[in-house]
DNA sequence: TCGTTTTATCGCAATATTACGATTTAATAT
DNA sequence: ATATTAAATCGTAATATTGCGATAAAACGA
């Protein structure tokens, strides 16, 4: 065993889960944190300021790219990455109405 | 390897990462919305309304519980779980902060 | 007390994630 | 053409997660 069964869950659950998965590292924390900051980057600059080897970097930007939420285009010889606003509001949306059914029903 | 080097990251981007990770299951989710449908539940209806095993449910339910947004009190013979709304709001407002960053800065 | 019910925990197997060095790929510069 | 730079991918090792059956623990009822 160890395969999650995404099956027999909702659509929605999936999501939800998805996006969280995304967020569920810290490195992929601070690559969002890194974007907004910067607003657009060369993984370079990212190199500078995360503790990781430059594949691993690579693999969490892929890991964010999977789900849409970051977008890379070819800039010269290197990459420029931002988020993508409007996948990332899609899938927010879906969280911020867990969090708000959750306040709702528990602290009226 | 393959150990988080959690250590090299902020206290808030190991948080807004933990509460992630306890999200990024359909399963948990699926916990989470059924807690705030019934307000309350024992884990017998949790049996009943998700396609997993007794032990497996109970795991979801400990780490959920690890991080503190649920919480479980022992009534009779059963248990008793509800979402800690202390916990939730002061884990989640982070996370909103992070989509607010965001969108701050993408979508103006 | 003995069985029942309810939940937690243990032990294990399958799979996924994390990380890194080495290599590849692609664009650019010399 | 060749070297350089930037980023992706491959291969591999360590560790974590997911899932379940079996078993333990705790409270209750007969």
Redesign the interface.
């Known amino acids: 065993m160890g395969s999650?069964?995404?099956l027999?869950?909702?659509e929605e659950?999936?999501r939800?889960?998805g996006l969280?998965?995304?967020?569920?590292?810290?490195?992929?924390?601070?690559i969002?944190?890194y974007l907004?900051k910067n607003?657009t980057c060369m993984v370079g600059g990212l190199m500078e300021s995360l503790?990781?080897s430059q594949s691993t970097i690579s693999q969490h930007l892929k890991e964010l790219r999977s789900i849409g939420i970051v977008r890379g285009e070819i800039e010269g010889s290197s990459v420029c990455y931002?988020?993508d606003?409007e996948k990332?509001?899609e899938l927010?949306e879906a969280?911020?109405g867990?969090?708000f059914?959750?306040?709702k029903?528990?602290?009226p």
């Open positions: 999650s069964k995404s027999y869950f909702s659950q999936n939800l889960a969280s998965k995304a967020l569920s590292h810290p490195a992929r924390i601070a969002l944190q907004v607003h503790p990781l931002c988020i606003e990332w509001k927010t969280l911020q867990l969090i059914d959750v306040n029903t528990c602290c």
